[in-house]
């Protein structure tokens, strides 16, 4: 019989994270562990309050399953048997899930991504660096405080009513520079962000790799009329959370933003990202705010993304795990 604890996990930011639906200072995230048979494994929690998760209500759900008998799960195939007949939160069924799967890895001697049969990263992986929403001219300092200047690509966090001088700063600030532009749902339909958008693109030295949910999910038919006229791929993110059409989605979008704390595990999220390429739509690995527990897990399948944005370990202040290494925006595991 396997034991299994969950731990919470309080993570002090190093400025305050704002995007368009809420703003904090620190994160409360959830490590949950599994034992047996001499080997062991860890998972992350990052609760989310975009799909109504709390640390409390994850906490009292793991208390559920222990009691509905998880810890006589043997197997993979148990365990997801056992985890779709109780729908916990997406995030804790990620924590789970892969606190089992890094057991089993550690069991049979593999690495994780060979165990789950995907190819290891050629080399360090490239991530995105994030710009939190706030005044236009604090951006500057922010950017030499956090030295931004070292990574390939940055991603923008706007909401409707900064998004215009907020990115003509980071553009005057980074010309040439790659821009992810994340609205997190901000516009209300095509003709505001159409609005907002006529500006942003005239400004000199604009290079956006892509546009992250600019609209909410619920305005597909928004979506379908804007495909291919903004001039840059249209990314998925909260339009695909464990599930999703993925054939409309192709409609929509030009790309999807995967992330393994709301596909739920780590099954889920390699199926998410096999239907998006097969529905031939480009593929980002993303992230919460995170340790580097979880951004571990996900370097672990980061070879099937086109795009990786997996900075959340280091917008925390005391990262605890010290599993990933960053240099020169470049992720890599702290063992190699």
Not at 10 to 16: E, F, S
Not at 28 to 52: F, H, I, K, M
Not at 58 to 80: I, K, N, P
Not at 313 to 330: N, Y
Request: with cysteine; aromatic share 8%; net charge negative.
């Amino acid at each position: 019989m396997l034991t299994w604890t969950l731990t919470p996990l309080h993570l002090p930011l190093r400025y305050t994270w704002k995007i368009s639906r809420n703003a904090s200072t620190f994160k409360t995230n959830l490590l949950v562990q599994v034992a047996g048979g001499g080997y062991q494994g860890r998972g992350e929690a990052a609760p989310n309050v975009r799909y109504g998760e709390t640390p409390d209500d994850l906490t009292a759900q793991f208390e559920q399953l222990q009691a509905a008998g998880l810890g006589q799960c043997e197997t993979l195939e148990d365990l997801t048997a056992f985890l779709t007949r109780y729908q916990p939160a997406h995030a804790l069924r990620f924590a789970l899930e892969s606190a089992f799967v890094h057991r089993a890895a550690a069991r049979s001697g593999q690495r994780v991504g060979e165990w789950l049969g995907v190819l290891a990263p050629a080399g360090p992986v490239p991530t995105a660096a994030s710009i939190p929403i706030m005044a236009p001219d604090e951006v500057a300092a922010f950017a030499q405080q956090q030295q931004l200047g070292r990574f390939p690509l940055l991603k923008i966090k706007v909401n409707r009513e900064g998004a215009v001088e907020l990115l003509r700063e980071v553009t005057r600030l980074f010309p040439g520079r790659p821009l992810i532009i994340d609205g997190n749902e901000a516009w209300t339909n095509a003709d505001s962000l159409c609005q907002s958008w006529e500006q942003i693109r005239q400004f000199p030295g604009l290079n956006v790799r892509l546009l992250e949910q600019p609209l909410p999910a619920s305005c597909c038919a928004d979506y379908r009329s804007l495909k291919g006229t903004l001039g840059c791929p249209v990314f998925a993110d909260e339009s695909v959370t464990d599930e999703a059409d993925f054939a409309d989605i192709a409609r929509q979008f030009d790309g999807v933003n995967m992330k393994l704390m709301k596909a739920g595990g780590y099954l889920n999220g390699l199926r998410i990202l096999r239907e998006t390429r097969v529905h031939g739509l480009q593929t980002m690995l993303g992230c919460m705010v995170e340790t580097s527990l979880g951004i571990w897990s996900a370097l672990q399948i980061s070879s099937l993304a086109d795009v990786c944005d997996l900075d959340g370990f280091l917008i925390l202040r005391d990262e605890p795990f010290g599993l990933v290494r960053e240099q020169e925006g470049m992720l890599r595991n702290a063992e190699e």
